[in-house]
C-alpha cells in the first residue's frame, strides 16, 4: 500500500515524522527572507476579546460569506468554531513538532467508536476560555448558550465504548501524553431515535449536514485498501525466498479526517484521525455514455457505504460482510499511517515497539494484529518469528465483556472470501500457538479445541477474542470485579498458558472536564468556591476536601439549589421532547443507558408497574401520606435487530401513556422516556438525578461509566454488586448507595435452578405480569415474549430472583430521600469520593503498566 503523494513543498514544510536532522537540514534550506516574511505574517493567537471578535467576523464575511445582517446562530456558531480551532491547529502543530523532535513513543488508541459529542464547550473549557467567548459572543449581539446548542452531536458511537475512547482521548491530552486516536467518520453516524406509537424508530443522523468546523480534511492522505482477490506464492527477487502476494479484488481510499483534541491547563493537542471511504473511480463514464445509469456510479455507492453507518444491522450475511469491511479498512489504513509515520525515523524494526503502542479498544480493531504482521512479514520481508515478536510486544487488548456471548466472532466462509491473505496469517498464527501450547500441555485436546483461534463449529468460526489475547502483551478488564471474573471464566484457559501476570485491571474513568464542569456549571462553581479554584478538575482526588463541608448549613442549601435548577432544566427538555410535564421537586429516579436485557430496563419498568398498582389500591385519602411523588426516567437506544430490546422501549412507552393520564395518580408517579439519548442529553439528566439505576445482572456489566457521571453530578445509585458498582461502593462507603440483588458467584447455580424449573416467580412479579396479561397497558401479545423468557425460558437475567430486593431497595430509597438534610450529606459525600474515577487517573495506569510512555512535560 502507499500513501498518494502530497506536492512535494508541502513536504518540505511538514516537520511531523522527520528526524532531528532532517529538520534541521530542511530548517536550513528555507532562505533568510522567507524566514523574515514568515515570522511577520505568522498567525497569531487571540488573547482579547477585541482580537477574537476580529477572527469571529473574519471567518464570517470571508469563510461564510456572510454579513453582518445575514449572520444567524448557525453562521456565528460556525465562526466561532473556526477561529478556535485556528487556535488549536498551532498548538496542534507545535505538539506534533516537539513530540517528533524528541522522538518520543506514542500511544495509538484504535476504537470503532469514539462519542465525542459536542466539541465548542469542550474546547473553550480546556482553553479555559468560555468567559472570553461569551463576552466577544454577546457583544456581537448572540447569546453563548444558544450557539453551544446549535452544534449537532458527533453520533461516532453506540454507548459506553465510545464514551469512554472520548474520555481516553481527553485525558492523554491533559496529561501531557502524546497519543492518537484512529477511528472512522460515519456519515451518519448512530441512527436518530423516533418514537412513533412507542415503538423506536431508527431515521438518519445527519450530523454533517452543515459539514463540521472541528474537522481538518487531509485530501492530500489517501490510502488504499484492499479488498477480495487472491493469493499467488511468487519468487522474491532480492533474496530469491517465496513469498505471498495478495491481489486484491476491489479498492477503496482510506481518506483522513484530522480533529484536534486539547488538554485542560495545557498547551497539548492530540490528535484523532478519521477515516472516511472514497472510490479510486467515482463515476464510470463509459457505463453512464452506455445508459447504465445506476452502475455509472456503483463503485462510488459500494465504497462510501463502508463508512455510512455505524455498526450495519449484521442479521444478514451483507450485513455482516460490510461491518467486517468497516473493521479491516479502518485498521488497515491506521497502520499503514502509524507503519509510515515509523519509517520516516529510519529506525531498525527492532525499535518499532519502543516508538510505538497501539491498543485495542475491545475485539474490533484486532485485524490490526493480522495486519501489522502480513505488513511485517509479506511488505517488508522480515522473518515470521521476529516479525510476531514485535506484534506482541506493540499491542495491548481491553476486554470489555464477561459474557462469552458477546465475544465477537466472524464466519470463516467470510474471511476466505473478503480477505483471504489474513485468513491464511490467522491459521498460521494459530498453528504455532497450538503447537506451543501443546507442548506445554500435551494431553489436554479439549484445551487446544477452547483456546483455538478457529472454532472448529459448523459453519467454522473465527474466534477474535482469542486472537486480541495471543497478538497482545498484556489484557487488561475494566473493573477489578469484571478483571477477576474474565480471569476465572472466559479466559480461564489463556491464564493456565501465559500466567497471571500478562492480565491486569484498569478500572473506567470519565472526564471531569465535561461531565462536572461542562454538564454541571453550577456545581463546578460551587465546588471551585470551596477548594480554591478549579485545579480539582485535572486533580479529582482534591474532592475529598468538600467533606469539611459537610456540616456548612449555607454550603448545603446552595448544594440543593445547584440540584433543583437542574431538575428544572431537565423537566424544560422533558416537556420540549415528549410533552410530559414533571414536577422537579420529585423525586427523580433515571436509567439512562443502552437498551439491553442484561442491563435490566425491563425489570425498572416491571418496578413501576408495581409501584402504579400499589397507588391504585391504596385508598385515595392516604396516597398523599404513603406513597413518595416520583418521576421515573428511562432513555436508551436499542440495536436495529435486538428485538427484545425494542420491546422494552414499547412497553416504557405504554407504561407512560396509561400512568401519566391517570387522573388519580397525579403528580405521584410519572413515566417519561427520553428519545434519541446521546452525550448533550446526558450533559442535561445526569446532573438532575436524585437516584439513577444501575441494575445489570451481576457479573455482566464489565464497569460502566454513566454510573460515574451520576455519582460526581451528586446522584446516588441503586445497583446491583456488578462492574464499577463494586468500587464505587468502596470509595463512597455503603451507607451512601443502595445495593440489592444476587451476587456473581451465585449466577450459574440460579440460572441451573431456574433450567430444572426449581424457582418461582415471586407474587409481587406476577402482579406485574398479570397486569399485563388483562391488557392495561395495550395487547399482551405486544410484552409476552419479556414475560415469557422470564417465566418459561430460564430468566436468564435473574429478574424474578433479584426483583423482591430491587423493590426492598426502592422502599429504602423512598425512605430516606424524606430526609433532605442527610440526603444531601449523602450527596456531597459520593462527590468528594469520586477522585478514584477520573480519566486521568486510568491514562496514568494505562501508561505505567501497558503503554510504557511517558508525558512531554515540556509546555509547548
Same mark, same amino acid.
Given at each position: ?76 456558531? $460556525? ?16 505538539? $506534533? ?73 481527553? /485525558? ?20 436518530? $431515535? ?8 431508527? =431515521? ?39 513469498? %505471498? ?21 495545557? =498547551? ?32 462510488? $455507492? ?43 525515523? %529510519?529506525?531498525?524494526? /527492532? ?88 507442548? +506445554? ?57 501465559? &500466567? ?31 477548594? &480554591? ?41 422533558? +416537556? ?39 397507588? %391504585? ?167 409476552? /415474549? ?24 426502592? %422502599? =429504602? ?48
Amino acid at each position: 500500500m502507499s500513501e498518494t503523494a502530497a506536492p512535494k513543498r508541502l513536504h518540505k514544510r511538514s516537520l511531523t515524522g522527520l528526524t532531528p536532522t532532517e529538520i534541521k537540514a530542511i530548517d536550513n534550506s528555507i532562505p533568510i527572507k522567507a524566514r523574515e516574511i514568515w515570522a511577520k505574517y505568522s498567525v497569531k493567537e487571540f488573547t482579547t476579546v477585541d482580537e477574537l471578535q476580529e477572527k469571529i467576523i473574519d471567518h464570517v464575511e470571508t469563510t461564510f460569506a456572510r454579513s453582518m445582517y445575514n449572520c444567524d446562530d448557525l453562521a456565528a456558531y $460556525q465562526a466561532l468554531s473556526y477561529s478556535i480551532k485556528d487556535k488549536l491547529i498551532l498548538h496542534w502543530n507545535k505538539t $506534533q513538532q516537539l513530540h517528533t523532535l524528541k522522538e518520543v513513543k506514542r500511544i495509538y488508541y484504535l476504537s470503532l467508536e469514539f462519542l465525542m459529542g459536542r466539541a465548542l464547550d469542550n474546547a473553550m473549557i480546556n482553553l479555559e476560555i468560555k468567559d472570553l467567548c461569551n463576552k466577544s459572543i454577546d457583544e456581537l449581539g448572540f447569546n453563548l448558550e444558544d450557539i453551544i446548542t446549535t452544534e449537532p452531536d458527533a453520533g461516532l458511537g453506540n454507548g459506553g465504548l465510545g464514551r469512554l475512547a472520548a474520555c481516553f482521548i481527553d /485525558s492523554m491530552s491533559t496529561g501531557n501524553y502524546p497519543g492518537w486516536g484512529y477511528g472512522l467518520r460515519y456519515n451518519y453516524g448512530i441512527f436518530s $431515535q423516533k418514537i412513533v406509537d412507542g415503538y423506536q424508530v431508527e =431515521t438518519p443522523d445527519y450530523w454533517l449536514k452543515f459539514g463540521n468546523p472541528w474537522e481538518i480534511p487531509r485530501y492530500e492522505i489517501q490510502i488504499p485498501v484492499d479488498f477480495y482477490g487472491y493469493v499467488s506464492t511468487v519468487k522474491d527477487e532480492k533474496t530469491g525466498n517465496l513469498v %505471498k502476494q495478495w491481489q486484491g479484488g476491489e479498492r477503496v481510499l482510506a481518506v483522513a479526517f484530522d480533529f484536534p483534541v486539547p488538554g485542560y491547563d495545557t =498547551t497539548n493537542v492530540n490528535n484523532l484521525r478519521l477515516w472516511s471511504a472514497k472510490p479510486t473511480n467515482e463515476f464510470d463514464f463509459e457505463k453512464f455514455n452506455e445508459g447504465d445509469y445506476s452502475n455509472s456510479v456503483s463503485q462510488q $455507492q459500494r465504497a462510501e457505504s463502508i463508512t455510512s453507518v455505524l455498526y450495519p444491522n449484521d442479521n444478514f450475511y451483507a450485513g455482516k460482510e460490510l461491518r467486517l469491511k468497516q473493521q479491516y479498512f479502518w485498521v488497515a489504513a491506521s497502520l499503514h499511517d502509524i507503519v509510515r509515520r515509523f519509517l520516516k525515523t %529510519k529506525k531498525p524494526w /527492532s525499535e518499532f515497539s519502543d516508538l510505538i503502542a497501539i491498543q485495542l479498544n475491545d475485539t474490533h480493531p484486532t485485524m490490526a494484529v493480522v495486519e501489522l504482521q502480513r505488513i511485517l512479514v509479506d511488505l517488508e520481508g522480515l522473518d515470521w518469528s521476529v516479525a510476531w515478536d514485535i506484534v506482541t510486544k506493540t499491542f495491548g487488548y481491553t476486554n470489555h465483556t464477561v459474557m462469552a456471548e458477546a465475544l465477537e466472532k466472524w464466519p470463516l466462509e467470510l474471511f476466505a472470501n473478503l480477505l483471504p491473505r489474513h485468513l491464511e496469517i490467522i491459521y498460521e498464527i494459530n498453528l504455532r500457538f497450538l503447537q506451543f501450547v501443546e507442548k +506445554k500441555f500435551p494431553n489436554d485436546r479439549d484445551l487446544l479445541s477452547r483456546v483455538s483461534v478457529v472454532e472448529e463449529s459448523s459453519p467454522k468460526n473465527i474466534r477474535m477474542a482469542n486472537l486480541a489475547i495471543i497478538g497482545s502483551h498484556r489484557v487488561n478488564g475494566v473493573a477489578e470485579l469484571h478483571s477477576e471474573l474474565i480471569k476465572t471464566t472466559i479466559f480461564k484457559d489463556f491464564v493456565k498458558i501465559y &500466567g497471571i501476570e500478562k492480565f491486569t485491571n484498569v478500572t473506567n474513568g470519565i472526564t471531569p472536564r465535561r461531565w462536572l464542569k461542562q454538564a454541571n456549571p453550577q456545581l463546578s462553581e460551587l465546588i471551585a468556591s470551596k477548594l &480554591g479554584g478549579y485545579e480539582y478538575l485535572s486533580k479529582l482526588n482534591k474532592l475529598k476536601e468538600l467533606e469539611n463541608y459537610l456540616d456548612d448549613a449555607e454550603f448545603k442549601k446552595s448544594w440543593l439549589e445547584v440540584k433543583f435548577n437542574n431538575k428544572k432544566k431537565l423537566a424544560a427538555l422533558i +416537556k420540549t421532547l415528549t410533552g410530559i410535564e414533571v414536577n422537579p421537586n420529585n423525586l427523580f429516579d433515571i436509567q439512562v443507558k443502552r437498551i439491553h436485557e442484561y442491563k435490566r430496563q425491563q425489570m425498572n419498568i416491571f418496578g413501576v408497574i408495581w409501584r402504579y398498582l400499589q397507588i %391504585k389500591a391504596t385508598p385515595a385519602a392516604d396516597r398523599a401520606n404513603t406513597w413518595l411523588p416520583k418521576v421515573c426516567i428511562i432513555g436508551g437506544k436499542a440495536a436495529p435487530g435486538y428485538y427484545a430490546a425494542k420491546k422494552i422501549i414499547k412497553l416504557v412507552n405504554a407504561v407512560s401513556t396509561i400512568v401519566n393520564s391517570d387522573p388519580e395518580i397525579g403528580d405521584l408517579l410519572k413515566v417519561v422516556f427520553i428519545p434519541d439519548y446521546n452525550v448533550s442529553k446526558a450533559e442535561i439528566i445526569c446532573p438532575a438525578s436524585d437516584i439513577s439505576e444501575h441494575i445489570s445482572t451481576a457479573g455482566t456489566e464489565a464497569s460502566g461509566t454513566s454510573n460515574m457521571k451520576f455519582v460526581l453530578n451528586g446522584g446516588l445509585i441503586i445497583g446491583t454488586v456488578d462492574g464499577a458498582n463494586v468500587e464505587i461502593t468502596r470509595e463512597v462507603g455503603e451507607d451512601n448507595i443502595f445495593l440489592f440483588g444476587n451476587l456473581a458467584e451465585d449466577v450459574e447455580e440460579l440460572r441451573h435452578e431456574h433450567q430444572m424449573g426449581r424457582i418461582a416467580i415471586p407474587d409481587s412479579l406476577n402482579s406485574v405480569f398479570e397486569s399485563l396479561e388483562s391488557g392495561l397497558f395495550g395487547p399482551y401479545d405486544e410484552y409476552k /415474549s419479556l414475560v415469557d423468557n422470564i417465566k418459561y425460558h430460564g430468566d436468564h437475567y435473574l429478574v424474578s430472583d433479584d426483583f423482591e430486593s430491587y423493590l426492598e431497595a426502592q %422502599k =429504602t430509597i423512598d425512605l430516606e430521600f424524606v430526609d433532605r438534610e442527610n440526603w444531601v450529606k449523602k450527596s456531597i459525600i459520593c462527590v468528594a469520593n469520586m477522585g478514584f474515577f477520573s480519566s486521568d487517573r486510568c491514562i496514568d495506569e494505562y501508561a505505567e503498566n501497558i503503554w510504557n510512555i511517558e508525558p512531554v512535560s515540556e509546555r509547548v
